[in-house]
């Protein structure tokens, strides 16, 4: 039987009057249901809108939660915590406030998990899809201090400052981005429809052709062809086959390494991995996390498996009774400047207050990067497309020099 949307109003104990919707198969389970939670029923209808669960979902996009999304629910659900509410009711105005149906879907699931005596932490765990551990881990951080909205709006920052960062790499290249595929789309358009039309001209003059002009011709017949076909099954080939080269545990780790050695975005990248690493467990130690579990959660989300192994080797050495900075010491994708400062947070029991320092340099510093990187590219990709049209418009001209004496010659032959 296909469930039903219900429109409720309800009051709670002390009168308020509060609206949602419930999905339910018929309004005496809503109503059920209202007063189980403590609500007296005032109006219970029918959206109107019947569930079937048989919507189209593209996997990997309709389904897709952002950050950004959890990091506003968070600061939400903090805010309605702290001023008193319970979590049952919070969760359940959050639930028709979220405009993210995924999101929404998933915070009904917690409420209802909740409601049955879970912990929410707990309710968290059974979406690893939609929270990563690290969310879990510090909302069961907050619940056993006693501290959930103080934790949930550090989370919630934390996730702001992730897209944030993602965010400022992600503006630098979307302008290279744009040149690119636009330099591609142009030298494609004017090789396969305006090089033809100069090919046949070239070609009623039977005379021989300079090395660019040949060049570019052959390059549009490939396009103009089958074989253009065949290029591009073998670069999806290649791409495949490189991504799942880089699935493997050995790939992952060449590839991680490789894309450290890149003049310009070697270290940009390193720098990002930095900044998660960093203020990922800077997050986790203040919430009350141990330091072995959020190593451990840490480098899952480092994003770089150097990084990766180096978290993990800190993680050994702490178990065994070694100092975080002494382990982290040991590897070189670990820079000096920060086993300095986790010592000296080590030292002074500062060591969140220390990592986030650290991790707000490297913050300032891939902005500093990234926008030095901007202001070289455009430049650079301009001149690289008009050399690119240039370089086919004079291969084209360039035996035009040359008609005026053949067409003399054919004049005194004839």
């Not at 389970?29 to 939670?37: G, P, S």
């Not at 991504?243 to 060449?254: E, L, V």
């Not at 060591?351 to 926008?371: G, H, I, W």
Request: hydrophobic letters at 50%.
């Amino acid at each position: 039987m296909a469930a039903t949307n219900f429109d409720y109003k309800v009051r709670d104990r002390e009168g308020n009057l509060i609206s949602g919707v419930l999905e339910a198969d018929s309004m005496s389970i809503v109503a059920a249901k209202l007063r189980d939670m403590g609500y007296a029923p005032v109006e219970i209808k029918p959206t109107g809108r019947v569930n079937l669960r048989m919507e189209i979902r593209i996997p990997g996009l309709s389904d897709r939660v952002k950050l950004k999304d959890i990091a506003l629910m968070s600061r939400q659900l903090a805010t309605m915590v702290a001023s008193g509410l319970s979590l049952v009711r919070s969760l359940s105005v959050l639930a028709d406030q979220i405009e993210s149906k995924p999101l929404r879907e998933a915070m009904l699931a917690v409420k209802q998990d909740v409601e049955e005596g879970s912990a929410l932490s707990t309710a968290l765990e059974k979406l690893p899809k939609i929270f990563p551990p690290l969310y879990i881990s510090m909302v069961r951080a907050g619940e056993v201090g006693g501290q959930l909205d103080t934790v949930l709006l550090k989370v919630s920052t934390t996730l702001e400052k992730q897209v944030a960062l993602r965010h400022k790499v992600r503006s630098a290249m979307a302008y290279p981005s744009i040149v690119v595929c636009l330099v591609i789309v142009i030298v494609t358009a004017l090789m396969i429809f305006v090089v033809p039309i100069f090919k046949k001209l070239f070609g009623q003059l039977h005379a021989p052709l300079p090395v660019p002009t040949q060049i570019v011709i052959k390059i549009s017949n490939t396009l103009a062809s089958v074989w253009l076909v065949v290029v591009i099954a073998v670069i999806a080939t290649i791409v495949v086959l490189i991504r799942r080269w880089i699935a493997t545990p050995g790939g992952r780790h060449k590839w991680d390494q490789l894309k450290l050695k890149p003049p310009v975005f070697g270290p940009l990248t390193h720098k990002i991995a930095l900044a998660r690493f960093t203020e990922t467990l800077s997050s986790l130690l203040a919430a009350g996390v141990p330091i072995i579990e959020a190593l451990d959660i840490v480098a899952d989300n480092s994003g770089n498996q150097l990084v990766s192994d180096a978290v993990r080797g800190a993680q050994n050495g702490v178990r065994e009774g070694h100092s975080l900075s002494a382990t982290l010491a040991q590897y070189d994708v670990i820079p000096l400047m920060v086993t300095q400062m986790i010592e000296t947070g080590e030292e002074s029991g500062a060591l969140d207050s220390m990592l986030e320092k650290v991790a707000m340099f490297y913050d300032n510093e891939v902005t500093a990067t990234v926008e030095s990187l901007t202001s070289v590219l455009e430049p650079l990709l301009i001149v690289t497309m008009g050399a690119c049209i240039g370089a086919i418009v004079i291969s084209m001209y360039l035996p035009m020099f040359n008609i005026y004496t053949i067409i003399q010659k054919q004049g005194s032959n004839a």
